[in-house]
């Protein structure tokens, strides 16, 4: 028996490590595009930028890959799935053969609408977080694209170095997409407090100039000017290497209430590229958080391993964020609003980060 698992990210690497806790004793090759160790992503934005080390957000080494038994092939992408033979065509030419699949592929961000180049930054990678701590020096202006939690998180690490930030956003505050205007309101007059200077309820209509000297336009005719631009409004499944396969594909990998790709049930989805049945409300759910990857883990190695007693995913959403000195945590859906009460759906806290 053979489980590949594409993907090397957190939701990856916790899949194949909760294969060999679960007592599968089949092979498990984990199979990732990078050319470096499976690496933890939430620091990138946070720690990472202050000169936390590429060890310390390492997932896996190759002696904890060996100790497991896990086949660890980094820098091979996955191209293309055929399914009537069980293989996955890799980028190198090579195929693996599987009886189990697990999807683990995440997502990237997206790419800028208003072009790409020297000084403009996204930031999904290491080797974008190595690229974007380069440029973060004192007295540096840098201008930050979106509120969301990489936009915020990106803003409020860069100011801590010394850096000009300057952050812009079609939300009429930062972060009010995920938690609502009252909260977001109170994370702009944080950033504000700090010394962000927040262009809100703005859209970017065209970036100009070059590293150095850029100029970003605005949709009320008014400009800014930076040496740095980083570019964090959102991110896209990475589901193309899948297209052909007959999957069904919508905004991810679209599973039951089990991750099992439909009408394929050797095939399972786990981490940001999952898009699943959720078992109470019945809706499709795509969730782009950490515990939602290494819970989504632990349930499918757990099907993979006992095909005779499945279990749905039912998760509690969780999500954390660490801004200047607060640690916010969530916990549910806190725009959602409970259609027996009316009250929201989901439970935020703030406040000054443990030391």
Same mark, same amino acid.
């Given at each position: 028996? $053979?489980?590949?698992?594409?993907?090397?990210?957190?939701?990856?690497?916790?899949?194949?490590?909760?294969?060999?806790?679960?007592?599968?004793?089949?092979?498990?090759?984990?199979?990732? *595009? @990078?050319?470096?160790?499976?690496?933890?992503? #939430?620091?990138?934005?946070?720690?990472?930028?202050?000169? =936390?080390?590429? =060890?310390?957000?390492?997932?896996?080494?190759?002696?904890?890959?060996?100790?497991?038994?896990?086949?660890?092939?980094?820098? !091979?992408? /996955?191209?293309?799935?055929?399914?009537?033979?069980?293989?996955?065509?890799?980028?190198?030419?090579?195929?693996?053969?599987?009886?189990?699949?697990?999807?683990?592929?995440?997502?990237?961000?997206?790419?800028? +609408?208003?072009?790409?180049?020297?000084?403009?930054?996204?930031?999904?990678?290491?080797?974008?977080?190595?690229?974007?701590?380069?440029?973060? !020096? #004192?007295?540096?202006?840098?201008? !930050?694209?979106?509120?969301?939690?990489?936009?915020? @998180?990106?803003?409020?690490?860069?100011?801590?170095?010394?850096?000009?930030?300057?952050?812009?956003?079609?939300?009429?505050?930062?972060? *009010?997409?995920?938690?609502?205007?009252?909260?977001?309101?109170?994370? *702009?007059?944080?950033?504000?407090?700090?010394?962000?200077?927040?262009?809100?309820?703005? $859209?970017?209509?065209?970036?100009?100039?070059?590293?150095? %000297?850029?100029?970003?336009?605005?949709?009320?005719?008014?400009?800014?000017?930076?040496?740095?631009?980083?570019?964090?409004?959102?991110?896209? +499944?990475?589901?193309?290497?899948?297209?052909?396969?007959?999957?069904?594909?919508?905004?991810?990998?679209?599973?039951?209430?089990?991750? $099992?790709?439909?009408?394929? +049930?050797?095939?399972?989805?786990?981490?940001?590229?999952?898009?699943?049945?959720?078992? !109470?409300?019945?809706?499709?759910?795509?969730?782009?958080?950490?515990?939602? /990857?290494? %819970?989504? &883990?632990?349930?499918? &190695?757990?099907?993979?391993?006992? #095909?005779?007693?499945?279990? *749905?995913?039912?998760?509690? @959403?969780?999500?954390?964020?660490?801004?200047?000195?607060?640690?916010?945590?969530?916990?549910?859906?806190?725009?959602?609003?409970?259609?027996? $009460?009316?009250?929201?759906?989901?439970?935020?806290?703030?406040? +000054?980060? &443990?030391?």
């Amino acid at each position: 028996m $053979t489980t590949a698992i594409v993907g090397a990210s957190i939701a990856g690497v916790r899949a194949a490590q909760a294969l060999r806790a679960e007592g599968y004793r089949g092979d498990v090759v984990l199979i990732g *595009s @990078e050319p470096v160790l499976p690496y933890d992503k #939430p620091p990138l934005s946070k720690g990472y930028l202050v000169g =936390a080390g590429a =060890a310390e957000v390492t997932l896996l080494t190759a002696a904890e890959a060996l100790e497991l038994n896990i086949d660890l092939r980094l820098g !091979v992408p /996955a191209v293309g799935l055929d399914r009537a033979l069980s293989e996955l065509r890799l980028a190198n030419g090579r195929r693996v053969g599987f009886d189990d699949l697990v999807v683990a592929t995440g997502v990237r961000a997206r790419p800028s +609408p208003w072009g790409e180049g020297e000084g403009i930054h996204v930031l999904r990678t290491l080797d974008d977080a190595d690229r974007l701590r380069a440029e973060l !020096v #004192p007295d540096r202006r840098i201008i !930050v694209i979106g509120a969301g939690f990489i936009g915020a @998180e990106v803003a409020a690490t860069a100011l801590g170095l010394g850096v000009d930030v300057t952050l812009v956003s079609a939300t009429r505050d930062l972060m *009010s997409r995920r938690l609502g205007d009252e909260i977001g309101a109170l994370f *702009s007059q944080k950033h504000s407090r700090h010394g962000v200077h927040a262009v809100l309820g703005r $859209t970017v209509a065209q970036i100009d100039g070059a590293k150095g %000297d850029f100029r970003v336009l605005l949709d009320d005719g008014s400009e800014l000017h930076g040496d740095v631009v980083v570019i964090g409004i959102g991110a896209v +499944p990475n589901v193309e290497w899948l297209e052909d396969s007959g999957l069904e594909i919508d905004d991810g990998l679209v599973c039951d209430e089990f991750l $099992t790709a439909l009408g394929a +049930p050797e095939i399972h989805a786990i981490g940001d590229v999952a898009r699943w049945r959720h078992p !109470v409300r019945g809706d499709l759910t795509r969730l782009e958080h950490w515990t939602n /990857a290494v %819970d989504q &883990a632990r349930c499918v &190695a757990h099907n993979i391993a006992h #095909p005779d007693d499945r279990r *749905s995913y039912l998760p509690v @959403e969780y999500v954390w964020s660490d801004q200047f000195n607060w640690k916010l945590h969530i916990v549910g859906r806190t725009t959602a609003v409970n259609p027996e $009460t009316w009250s929201p759906a989901g439970w935020w806290s703030f406040g +000054p980060a &443990a030391s």
